[in-house]
């Protein structure tokens, strides 16, 4: 049995080695790097197992005892905002030790040496945070002394935590009890530290501690506490007292009186004007939220959002933040449905601002694990004002939206409702909050979705609505496709040029040369600027000066174009002339006889008729007979000088193809020399190839009439030709021409100043129709 016995003992002490005693916690702090915070405890710091919540555990020093007992029985019953929150406690069997788990906390001298580093000594957010800290455990000596009607029994630093919130919690419950013979701090009394001793327990007068309130005790301890803040190097009461701010020295002088009846009651001490600050009401409120009024909620939530940045960090962070967080988790738990979609109370509406300026100055992680959950609860909330609220300030926190939760229903899909509500402020809040989360919205909600819903807004009856939304279209344009830029911009905002309110007009205007970069040349000439013309004769000024100010700047734009278009016309003619084949030179064909070879000078001063351009290939007889192929050469004059329209060169023609010089001629041509001569051009044309016509020149022997084939050719009676005879031919044969070479002549010649072209029908003298 003895063996039996030492072996449950052994293992029960190697179970509670390096854990919690059992209990569903882990420990984070090594034993030997333990804070000695406490006589009888060691603490460390831990997580739950369940959800990795932070926590603080103490554990015994020594197997359990009276004391360590004591104190897990206290915690477990004393419930109070200002007592350290008990969590769970074990007290192991077997000669184990005993394990307490707490909300996170951290010693009194660790917490003032961190805001003094922080703040800096005697600063002002020291003075509040003390000042918030002491009342906090005045008014736990109220619950303990004045309404359960124990004595502490040590109350000294060591037994003061404060939590990542800044907030004091009383703990330390090993020596209390009811004031009676029995009581802990009776029997153990020699553990307190003198310093903090009352002169009744020094003295040890039990009759008088019995016989006196029951705070007596306690509050000459905490008037030691507050010297000992002030001046770490406190010895006594007696020498020290006057190392405490003039607010606190009334205080102090009471508490520490010499008869225990004369001493401050904790309940009056808080009515001390030393704690009137707006600081420590709020803190104050904030404790009794649950219990307040909803037109008291509000002004203290205007009031909380208005002095948000004089609050110390992790106070707002730590303190201010859960508690606001827990309203909603409140009333979603109250206020649900079915469908998902619950209603709070209006007056939650106005903590929003005061919970996104706290989140603000969160890291971007620690604002998606502490606020974003609950952001997210709150756009399935039915309450127009917290939807309301939650779009005015979606600038502050879509920074923390990734796409995917934008695009769900319950961001994306939960916004669009508002859009075509009946709250004309909503609509326009609606449409201001697509500035903050367009960039991540799905190619389908943006380009599709979206663009519907702002359709139909430029027409709704709200002209500040139109005119946002044309707003609000001009900044996201970077974020649509370009199919829908091409779709949507220039008739959403010619849309804008004329309705009928100015701020709309001017709205269009300034989004349209926004966005110019989304448009062409093309579209500035034939709409932008017919759009825009209306505009300069405007009722209101302010858009009449945009708008010349507008066309002004277009007006530049379109000449630069339009001198870059010569540039670029100019280097085309040039890059067409670089690149056509020079021909080969052509042998003249030898003549068999001397009447062959030689050639009376004809009459008029004319050139001989092999020197002459020849326009119809030799067995030419009608336009009919043009080459099979789609590519003959046009013999439209493209490469003549367009700067001379208005006089068209008359192109010297041949009479006719046969002509003999007269036989009584006196001057006889030699022979010509090999010239270098252009292969002659088929004058067989198409219908429609010369643009030009012919400006009065006679009609060609043996060439096709223009008339016939709808050219523009003046009306004049056809010329009656004999039949061709057959003659010599100076130049030799044209070579035939590969299909490639004569595409490429006939497409110089068709297109020979890019995309510009003239109509082939004028309109009267110079004016011409320029196809763009």
């Not at 002002?124 to 002394?145: P, T």
């Not at 997210?376 to 600038?395: S, T, Y």
């Not at 519907?452 to 946002?468: G, H, M, S, V």
């Not at 709205?507 to 040369?513: C, F, P």
């Amino acid at each position: 049995m003895q063996f039996l016995k030492s072996t449950v003992m052994g293992l029960g002490s190697a179970f509670t080695m390096g854990s919690v005693g059992g209990l569903p916690f882990s420990l984070d702090t090594a034993e030997a790097e333990a804070k000695d915070v406490l006589p009888d405890f060691f603490l460390l710091h831990g997580k739950a197992k369940s959800d990795a919540s932070a926590v603080s555990v103490f554990k015994s020093k020594q197997p359990s005892s009276a004391l360590s007992q004591n104190a897990l029985r206290r915690m477990k019953t004393l419930r109070h905002p200002n007592v350290l929150a008990y969590i769970d406690g074990i007290d192991v069997p077997n000669n184990g030790h005993v394990f307490i788990v707490t909300e996170e906390v951290q010693p009194l001298d660790a917490y003032l040496e961190d805001i003094r580093a922080q703040y800096g000594s005697n600063s002002e957010e020291e003075k509040v945070l003390v000042a918030w800290g002491l009342r906090s455990i005045l008014s736990a000596l109220k619950f303990l002394n004045n309404d359960v009607k124990l004595i502490h029994g040590r109350l000294n630093p060591s037994s003061i935590f404060v939590t990542k919130g800044g907030e004091w919690k009383l703990g330390g419950f090993e020596l209390t009890g009811e004031a009676n013979m029995n009581a802990p701090f009776v029997q153990y009394d020699h553990t307190v530290d003198p310093r903090f001793k009352a002169p009744e327990i020094a003295r040890r007068e039990w009759s008088s501690v019995f016989g006196g309130p029951t705070y007596a005790v306690d509050m000459f301890a905490l008037a030691c506490v507050v010297i000992f803040v002030h001046h770490p190097q406190f010895s006594s009461a007696s020498s020290d007292s006057g190392r405490v701010p003039s607010g606190l020295a009334t205080l102090v002088k009471r508490s520490t009186d010499s008869s225990p009846t004369r001493r401050l009651n904790p309940e009056q001490a808080l009515q001390s004007a030393y704690f009137d600050l707006r600081f420590l009401k709020q803190m104050s409120f904030l404790d009794e939220l649950a219990i307040k009024s909803p037109d008291e909620k509000v002004d203290f939530y205007k009031d909380l959002s208005a002095h948000i940045d004089a609050l110390p960090k992790h106070t707002a962070l730590f303190k201010v933040l859960p508690a606001l967080k827990a309203v909603v988790d409140f009333g979603i738990a109250t206020g649900g449905k079915a469908g998902g979609n619950y209603k709070l109370d209006p007056s939650e509406s106005h903590m929003l601002p005061a919970m996104v300026k706290i989140g603000s100055q969160l890291a971007p992680e620690e604002f998606k694990d502490q606020v974003l959950p609950t952001l997210i609860k709150l756009f399935g909330c039915n309450d127009r004002a917290v939807r309301l609220q939650l779009l005015q300030m979606m600038e502050s926190f879509a920074v923390h939206f990734d796409a995917k939760l934008v695009n769900s229903s319950v961001i994306f899909d939960n916004i669009c409702t508002g859009f075509h509500d009946t709250s004309a402020v909503l609509r326009e809040y609606t449409v201001k909050s697509m500035l903050h989360i367009a960039d991540k919205l799905s190619d389908t909600n943006l380009n599709t979705k979206l663009m519907k819903f702002f359709a139909k807004l430029q027409t709704d009856p709200e002209p500040a609505i139109r005119t946002n939304t044309t707003i609000c279209l001009g900044k996201i344009a970077p974020h649509l496709s370009a199919a829908t830029r091409g779709k949507v911009l220039l008739p959403a905002f010619c849309r804008a040029l004329k309705d009928p309110f100015p701020h709309a007009r001017l709205a269009g205007l300034r989004t349209l040369v926004a966005c110019d970069e989304y448009f062409t040349y093309q579209d500035v000439a034939c709409a932008i600027i017919p759009a825009i013309s209306p505009l300069l004769l405007d009722i209101s000024p302010s858009v009449r000066d945009e708008t010349m100010t507008c066309m002004a700047d277009y007006i530049k734009k379109i000449k630069e174009e339009a001198a870059q278009m010569n540039v670029r016309e100019a280097e085309e003619r040039e890059r067409q002339l670089n690149e056509e084949p020079v021909p080969a030179p052509i042998e003249p064909a030898p003549t068999s006889t001397s009447s062959s070879s030689s050639w009376q000078q004809p009459p008029n001063n004319s050139t001989p008729s092999w020197q002459q351009p020849s326009y119809a290939k030799p067995k030419s007889t009608s336009s009919f007979s043009a080459p099979a192929d789609d590519f003959g050469d046009d013999g439209d004059a493209w490469g003549d000088d367009l700067d001379d329209l208005t006089s068209p060169k008359t192109v010297p023609v041949p009479a006719a193809t046969s002509r003999r010089p007269p036989a009584d001629a006196g001057w006889s041509a030699a022979p010509p020399k090999p010239v270098h001569v252009t292969p002659p051009k088929p004058t067989s044309t198409s219908a429609g190839d010369d643009f030009f016509g012919d400006w009065g020149a006679p009609s060609s022997t043996g060439s096709s009439s223009r008339t016939s084939s709808g050219s523009m050719s003046l009306h004049k009676p056809p010329v009656m030709t004999a039949p061709a005879v057959k003659t010599p031919i100076v130049s030799a044969a044209e070579p035939k021409k590969s299909l490639q070479e004569r595409r490429a002549e006939a497409k110089a010649k068709r297109e020979p100043l890019g995309a510009m072209k003239l109509q082939a029908k004028p309109k009267g003298g110079d004016n011409w129709d320029w196809d763009m």
